[in-house]
T-cell receptor
Framework: DAGVTQSPTHLIKTRGQHVTLRCSPI?????VSWYQQVLGQGPQFIFQ???????GRGNFPDRFSARQFPNYSSELNVNALLLGDSALYLC?????????????FGAGSRLTVL | GQQLNQSPQSMFIQEGEDVSMNCTSS?????WLWYKQDPGEGPVLLIA?????ELTSNGRLTAQFGITRKDSFLNISASIPSDVGIYFC?????????????FGKGTKLSVKP
């Protein structure tokens, strides 16, 4: 079975541009969460979606937005990119909204902002 | 954003040695988790702890949930080369959904030259 898949794996943008990152959860998983991992730090929570509704939001500016589609895949959008947005963006999926032991992470999308 | 205090930041191991790392917080958590992240990969769950005082093992790994609910430790016994990587602790707050984990900054395990 395929795990959590993310695309693109690597991308380079310049300041002020916009980026869209995509995530396909494990088949049957209805919850998708997004995390930002800056080099040398632990992941930081950005969003959680469950059944296409936003169920949690971390301390990130409004430039960050996300959505979940009927097939439970998800997109993370970041507008007006800043140098500080350079990071590994991780997507994680789970069957349910609660129950920490079934959160599975993808390999991430590494974004570099120049 | 909020992060847990994880120590040590890095350590060198020699095959066969035991390894210990810990994580502390100013906040109470009702779930503690330990993850390992290899280069180019996402974090992989190693151990989950759900009760204060709980001691749980997974092969050569042992983790404990502190009595105060504000700390946890992870021990690795008889380390092997594939133990190299970055280990993260993570906590989950009361009432929080599983998507909203608070992570430490990580402990990087490397092989002694």
């Amino acid at each position: 079975d395929a795990g959590v898949t993310q695309s693109p794996t690597h991308l380079i943008k310049t300041r002020g541009q916009h980026v869209t990152l995509r995530c396909s959860p494990i088949s049957g998983h209805k919850s998708v969460s997004w995390y930002q991992q800056v080099l040398g730090q632990g992941p930081q929570f950005i969003f959680q979606y469950y059944e296409k509704e936003e169920r949690g939001r971390g301390n990130f500016p409004d430039r960050f937005s996300a959505r979940q589609f009927p097939n439970y895949s998800s997109e993370l959008n970041v507008n007006a990119l800043l140098l500080g947005d350079s990071a590994l963006y991780l997507c994680a999926s789970s069957l349910r909204l609660a129950g920490a032991n079934v959160l599975t992470f993808g390999a991430g999308s590494r974004l570099t902002v120049l | 954003g909020q992060q847990l205090n994880q120590s040590p930041q890095s350590m060198f191991i020699q095959e066969g040695e035991d390894v210990s790392m810990n994580c502390t917080s100013s906040s109470i958590f009702n779930t503690w988790l330990w993850y390992k992240q290899d280069p180019g990969e996402g974090p992989v769950l190693l151990i989950a702890l759900y009760k204060a005082g709980e001691l749980t093992s997974n092969g050569r790994l042992t983790a404990q949930f502190g009595i105060t609910r504000k700390d946890s430790f992870l021990n690795i016994s008889a380390s092997i080369p594939s133990d190299v990587g970055i280990y993260f602790c993570a906590g989950l707050n009361y009432g929080g959904s599983q998507g909203n984990l608070i992570f430490g900054k990580g402990t990087k395990l490397s092989v002694k030259p």
